[in-house]
């Protein structure tokens, strides 16, 4: 069963960058579909984007173009979404989340345990 | 404000029934995107229901269901139980935001 681990919370300091990892253990990161959900305290679930190594496509929300980058590493089935330009509105848990099958639109049926990110001065 | 609409609430007592609608557009569900339904309780990471509009993951109850007609879309819960209280979200792709959209999310209370 594919498992998707995820990198430790975070604090940063506004204006700076953050880089969360998303290991996927069963298999190879390369071969999945990936997408990036955050949730903020008192909202609800917001899509950042989508990676599909195999293809080689990278999707992201309009609300985050030009702010992340969704890259992913073969040699070790990891995924990374890097947010820069950090403010408060970041502070979120971030999630990674496996596709059911090889496009943006489909259904998330893995999810990694999720990834605190605290921005404050 | 969110693409896909949802109730900001449901209710129920043990036993009943609950709809939870998903209204979307031309541009998402009316396209003929599939939609996908999760339960998301505090302090864990979201869980497909529904994929596909109406196919139940290996291990999701058949209490659960799922539809889709028009431009919307509803997950029918019956035979409520406590360990159903939890935030429901629906997800679609709206082609004109060219990304995927999820809904404002609903807390279903166990009365």
């Known amino acids: 069963q594919v498992q998707l681990v995820q990198s430790g919370a975070e604090v940063k300091k506004p204006g700076s960058s953050v880089k969360v990892s998303c290991k996927a253990s069963?298999?190879?990161?390369?071969?999945?579909?990936i997408s990036w959900v955050r949730q903020a305290r008192g909202h609800g679930l917001e899509w950042m984007g989508g990676?599909?190594?195999?293809?080689?496509?990278?999707d992201y929300a309009q609300k985050f173009k030009g702010r992340v980058t969704l890259t992913a590493d073969e040699s070790t089935s990891t995924a990374y979404m890097e947010l820069s330009s950090l403010r408060s509105e970041d502070t979120a848990v971030y999630y990674c989340?496996?596709?059911?099958?090889?496009?943006?639109?489909?259904?998330?049926?893995?999810w990694g345990q999720g990834t605190m990110v605290t921005v404050s001065s | 404000q969110s693409v896909l609409t949802q109730p900001p609430s449901v209710s129920g007592a043990p036993g009943q029934r609950v709809t939870i609608s998903c209204a979307g557009s031309?541009?998402?569900?009316?396209?003929?995107?599939?939609v996908h339904w999760y339960q998301h309780l505090p302090g864990t990471a979201p869980k497909l229901l529904i994929y596909?509009?109406?196919i139940r993951p290996s291990g999701v109850p058949d209490r659960f269901s799922g539809s889709k007609s028009g431009t919307s879309a509803s997950l029918v819960i019956t035979g409520l139980q406590a360990e159903d209280e939890a935030d429901y979200y629906c997800?679609?792709?709206?082609?004109?935001?060219?990304?995927?959209?999820f809904g404002g999310g609903t807390i279903l209370t166990v009365l």
């Open positions: 031309s541009s998402s569900i009316g396209a003929g995107y599939d």
């Open positions: 990676i599909i190594p195999i293809f080689d496509t990278i």
């Open positions: 989340a496996k596709i059911l099958d090889l496009s943006h639109e489909g259904a998330l049926h893995i």
């Open positions: 997800q679609s792709y709206d082609r004109s935001l060219s990304g995927v959209v």
């Open positions: 596909g509009n109406n």
């Open positions: 069963g298999g190879t990161a390369s071969r999945y579909a």
